[in-house]
């Protein structure tokens, strides 16, 4: 079968998705393409991606809100390779499920944003690819749930499909040995953008210093709130415990994970958070936000503890956690086997293979 993915163009867990999904497909059961699109550049690491795994593939920079020139060029670049598939990662090309009513190709779209994030606009294109697309993919019932509390019509029929998300555990891993820091450090990595709480994690750290507790904080990516957080790191005198690392390849996150003694991720919502879950295949134990998309994965089964988005909450969880090495070694353990666990359980590719071929 051919798919062509259909994704952003710059950083971020849509590139991450398409790369673990790529991976996930070791019996080669589908040809893969991939088509990206955006504001941004290509990714570099996307692009080596595609050549390393022969993913034949084109870039096209993103001009205007409503961009023909974008959907005549995917429609070539399938019509050229007789793609069978579209798999819609991104709302930017959402007028391809209404042009896919007309064409050859199916149309499979995944819903990748928490509806705390979405705009209007991409509240409408979710709604209409749900509606028209060949199938419809979240991530779990609570995925669904969201968009239908503002559709109350909209039903999970046939062309609807759960598969959740997972990640290569055969790359994210514990280190074979065991980094020992002097200080309890925790790390974050998510975009430094509106939702994303890191102004939360901050003035928590700050508590914890004014009472004799000292936490490093290592803090992976960027975004339009980067001047702002780092001017609160500077307002609160934690430059000595905060370290600020941009943004990171695959690899170095890897070896980011791996530094830690623990992952926090504070956010006002989520789908599935995959920084959370490679946390998770690292061995780390976990610190996040008691919120949808975190809430429904993550507990002390699981390896991690929940926090109401509070700064006085979190200090308590954080000092919790720091005091007790072994809670946290017990934690890093559950994590790490329940990531195995969803590994095992999800595999992505062959997933959507088993949707298609029952058809």
């Known amino acids: 079968m051919k798919i062509l993915h259909i994704l952003y163009s710059g950083h971020g867990g849509l590139g991450t998705y398409f790369m673990n999904f790529v991976k996930s497909d070791q019996e080669k059961q589908f040809e893969h393409f991939a088509f990206f699109y955006g504001i941004e550049v290509l990714n570099k690491e996307l692009e080596e991606f595609c050549i390393d795994n022969k993913i034949q593939y084109q870039y096209l920079q993103k001009r205007s809100k409503i961009d023909f020139r974008a959907l005549k060029t995917v429609m070539a670049f399938q019509k050229k390779h007789q793609i069978q598939y579209l ?21 499979i779209a995944f819903d990748h944003t928490n509806l705390a994030y979405k705009t209007t606009i991409e509240k409408i294109f979710t709604l209409l690819n ?42 994210f891993k514990p280190p074979n040995e065991k980094i020992r820091n002097d200080v309890f450090t925790l790390g974050i990595t998510a975009r430094l953008i509106q939702g994303k709480r890191h102004d939360l994690v901050i003035e928590a750290l700050a508590k914890l210093r004014d009472i004799g507790i000292k936490v490093k904080l ?76 975190i809430n429904n994965v993550i507990s002390e089964e699981t390896g991690g503890i929940l926090f109401e988005n509070k700064t006085e909450d979190l200090e308590l969880k954080v000092r919790h956690m720091a005091n007790i090495e072994s809670k946290t070694e017990d934690f890093g353990t559950k994590a790490r086997y329940s990531a195995m666990r969803q590994y095992k359980n999800y595999n992505n590719s062959k997933s959507l293979f088993e949707i298609l071929r029952n058809e």
């Open 130 to 171: 749900h509606l028209f697309t060949h199938k419809m993919i979240y991530f779990y019932k609570g995925h669904f749930e969201q968009i239908k509390s503002i559709f109350p019509f909209l039903k999970f029929g046939k062309n609807s499909h759960i598969i959740p998300k997972t990640v290569d555990i055969n790359y």
């Open 87 to 107: 798999l819609l990662h991104t709302f930017s090309l959402s007028l391809l499920t209404l042009l896919g009513l007309f064409k050859k190709w199916k149309l």
């Open 218 to 293: 290592k803090i992976a990516g960027t975004g339009p709130k980067t001047n702002e957080i780092k001017d609160l790191v500077n307002k609160l005198n934690l430059d000595d415990q905060i370290e600020f690392t941009g943004l990171l390849t695959r690899n170095q996150l890897l070896s980011f994970y791996q530094s830690l003694d623990a992952y926090i991720h504070a956010s006002e919502g989520e789908t599935i958070c995959y920084s959370i879950m490679e946390a998770q295949a690292c061995g780390l134990p976990i610190l996040a936000s008691d919120v949808e998309g």
